[in-house]
């Protein structure tokens, strides 16, 4: 066995306790809540707070103003030893409030009680309307320079490093929602660049449900739980949902990607990002480009199954955030291209007969393949959700020179949404001196006041033309940076409420989408369309929305029908001819494995070598072995421990990979109904831990690999699974066992286990 491990295999052995660093088994994982273990008792001895974790950064020391400060991010958190009032004073007591005697009223004058109070009364802000719930990352972002032909922009050149904040994000839930449930995900970048912020403020879904933003409320609206119960939460399986989009046909090809398997990802490492719009860029001689961003990440593309997606809503709902946050504190740090298909800026705007300024549509691939620009690495962790997360302000406006916007009636229409919003939520126009948002370049805005001004402004003259202030503020020219606008004509036209008759097109592109499709993928739209509208109430939506179905695929329609009982309807439209796009399909292709969790299960008394044999193979591939036991602690034999990560009680198939057998364990003391509902007399009856035979059959259950050497045969012999199946390896020594697994996880999930019908 080689020596030699890569950086994500160093990772994934700390995370598995191999590296003993912490100061009791439970701090052997990610997660832990503080950088130095605790104990019994409350501390006494006085000491300055303690730093952040390793993986945690706070957002880099500009001022207000956009100047560096050069200080460091632990003059700009809490200091000191002892517990002050917001003003510095400090205090002595703060359990009690100031009363006239033990039992007497409390008195006016309490001061820090007002203070405590009053802050606490003020601590949440308004949640976004969309995307409320989100988990968000601090990177690095590395230009290729293969950009310098169409774009000017400067950190976009080769070899430029730009720090990035990445916020990830589902749209319809509220802040307390799941991070499973079937939705689109926003996928916000802000680059703090030399020449100001530019966000690319997109999702994992290229397209959108409307074409022109000023339908953006009524989707809301429709998708949102319902005014008068406040239900369902964060989920589009309901009647006002389907009663839009079916009557709303452009949203055809939006839906469709939602109910496929992109509507539920993996995770955010394994999730693409979309800028959705075109946007236009511009060379250093002023020549344009129509462009649309892609981010593709290096694990490749992954989704969960829908009933994995439902068990994990319950037993994690924190799942993807968590996903993300571990693997960057393990350091195995999750990686995306940024790629762009290019465009003639032509007259039309148009590319083989495909709008370019019409958000419910794709280029294919094939058509225009993508081109990397750059590299993108999360690499650490926020150090305060509020500050970071949940105050980061994003705007399709903050541009650089060489990145300028299109006629997209929907992206014209969030050029001013975003600045909107955030003036509410965050108390005024001055959301950009927070210290999350605040831009690296230098800031001499002439704007001045206002809610929450943190900068202390010069100058006697905001205003310009000036004298008094020696002229300055300057204006720039574009040989000095100046960010120009470009001189795109303006098509002579009258006012009018209409769109071009490109935009009529509401299905080619939805039968396209469909049509890419492998069997699996299509069995998963069918279940998810069945699903959705089995839960609306009124037929009438339900048949409307077999009709829209109808006009994307007949078989996809009868099936859907079938599922809800009903008659599929023949298509209203003739059916598009169109060739399928095999770069839309999630399935087919091999990834690393970097970061996959692995379950091994044990018995807890025997076979440890193996275990450890197992741990190693694992560890040297980049993923992530977690021990499965009947209870937690250590195991050992002799003087060789080892740690237990899970216990039967409380691991569930929905968080690994896969899962290796290392033992048939008996049944557990804790293994009855009383104590443990996963358990029940006739699976305790095939000498088998009820539990674990759950955690294989549900794996097995969600096209996941399933593995075992020795006695682990046995359970699957008891589970009913044959040896020979599909994405099950058995038999041989450890390491075959596990190298089998590995190979197994570069296509994700093993797919041929099931027959597809369609």
């Known amino acids: 066995m080689s020596e030699k491990k890569n950086p994500v295999s160093a990772a994934a052995e700390k995370i598995a306790g191999k590296v003993q660093e912490a100061v009791s088994p439970g701090n052997e994982l990610p997660g832990a809540p503080g950088p130095e273990g605790v104990g019994i008792d409350e501390p006494t001895k006085v000491r300055e707070p303690l730093p952040p974790k390793h993986d945690q950064r706070g957002p880099d020391t500009y001022s207000p103003t956009g100047q560096p400060t050069g200080a460091p991010q632990d003059k700009v958190a809490q200091g000191g030893a002892r517990l002050t009032t917001a003003q510095g004073a400090r205090l002595y007591e703060t ?5 006239a005697g033990p039992r007497g009223p409390v008195l006016l004058q309490d001061h820090h009680l007002r203070e405590k109070i009053t802050h606490f009364d003020h601590e949440r802000i308004p949640e976004r309307v969309v995307h409320a719930r989100g988990a968000a990352a601090h990177g690095v972002f590395r230009g290729y320079g293969a950009a310098a032909g169409i774009t000017k922009a400067a950190f976009l050149a080769d070899g430029v490093e730009t720090p990035v904040f990445v916020r990830f994000s589902t749209v319809l ?7 499973t449930v079937r939705d689109t995900r926003g996928f916000a970048t802000k680059f703090y660049t030399d020449e100001g912020v530019f966000d690319l403020v997109g999702n994992n879904i290229p397209v959108f449900f409307i074409q022109d933003a000023i339908k953006f409320p009524d989707i809301i609206h429709a998708g949102k739980p319902h005014p008068d119960r406040e239900i369902p939460q964060a989920q589009s399986a309901h009647d006002t949902f389907w009663d839009f989009v079916t009557l709303h046909t452009e949203a055809t090809h939006h839906t469709l990607w939602n109910m496929s398997d992109r509507g539920i990802p993996r995770s955010y490492r394994m999730m693409e990002g979309f800028g959705v719009h075109t946007f236009r860029l511009v060379n250093a001689e002023g020549a344009t480009t129509l462009v649309k961003f892609h981010w593709k990440p290096k694990l490749g593309v992954h989704s969960l199954v829908w009933e994995e997606a439902q068990i994990t809503a319950g037993m994690d709902p924190d799942f993807h955030r968590r996903d993300l946050a571990d693997a960057i504190e393990a350091g195995a740090f999750p990686q995306w291209e940024l790629g762009v298909q290019t465009f003639p800026d032509n007259d039309e705007q148009m590319f083989e007969g495909i709008d370019l300024l019409d958000p419910t549509k794709i280029v294919p691939e094939e058509l225009a393949p993508v081109q990397p620009i750059g590299l993108m690495t999360l690499n650490a962790n926020p150090s305060n959700y509020f500050a970071e997360t949940e105050q980061v302000a994003f705007h399709v406006g903050h541009l650089v020179p060489g990145i300028d916007v299109t006629n997209d009636a929907l992206m014209q229409g969030r050029l001013f949404s975003y600045v909107d919003t955030q003036i509410t939520r965050l108390g005024g126009p ?17 704007l001045r006041d206002g809610m929450h001004q ?44 209409d769109a071009a008759a490109s935009f009529d097109d509401h299905f080619s592109q939805a039968r396209l989408f469909w049509l890419s499709m492998t069997p699996t993928e299509r069995e ?10 089995g839960k609306c109430w009124e037929k009438a939506i339900k048949e409307r929305a077999l009709k829209t179905l109808a006009n994307i695929d007949a078989e996809l329609c009868a099936r859907v029908a079938e599922g809800l009982g009903l008659t599929a309807p023949e298509a209203s439209v003739p059916l598009a001819s169109v060739e399928p796009s095999p770069a839309l399909s999630q399935l087919g292709h091999t990834w690393p494995v970097d970061g996959r969790i692995i379950g091994i299960v044990t018995d807890g008394a025997s076979g440890l070598d193996a275990v450890r044999e197992a741990r190693e193979v694992i560890l040297d591939a980049g993923m992530v072995p977690l021990v499965i036991a009947p209870a937690g602690g250590e195991l050992s034999t002799g003087s060789e421990r080892v740690s237990v990560q899970r216990t039967f009680a409380t691991a569930r198939s929905t968080e690994f990979d896969a899962i290796v057998l290392a033992g048939a364990p008996a049944p557990a003391p804790d293994a009855y109904g009383a104590r443990d509902a996963k358990t029940d007399d006739a699976a305790t009856a095939t000498g088998i831990d009820p539990r674990v035979l759950l955690l294989v059959t549900e794996a097995f259950r969600h096209g996941k690999a399933v593995a075992a050497w020795g006695d682990g045969a046995t359970v699957l012999e008891k589970a009913g699974l044959a040896a020979d199946a599909a994405g099950v390896v058995a038999g041989g020594a450890a390491s075959t066992v596990v190298n089998g697994v590995a190979a197994l996880l570069a296509g994700h999930r093993a797919w041929d286990r099931f027959t597809p019908a369609l």
Request: proline share 8%; charged share 20%; net charge negative.
């Open 95 to 99: 359990d009690h409030s100031l009363k």
């Open 173 to 179: 839930g509220s802040r307390g929602s799941a991070d």
């Open 430 to 446: 001055n959301f950009g001196q927070l210290p999350i948002n605040r831009t690296h370049a230098p800031v001499n805005d002439m």
């Open 454 to 497: 943190s900068a202390v402004h010069r100058g006697v003259a905001p205003y310009r033309p000036n004298s008094l202030d020696g002229g300055c503020p300057f204006l720039a020219g574009e040989d000095t940076g100046a960010y120009i606008e470009v001189p795109a004509e303006v098509p002579a036209a009258r006012k009018v409420r």
């Open 524 to 533: 998963h739209i069918v279940a998810a369309y069945t699903f959705e509208l």
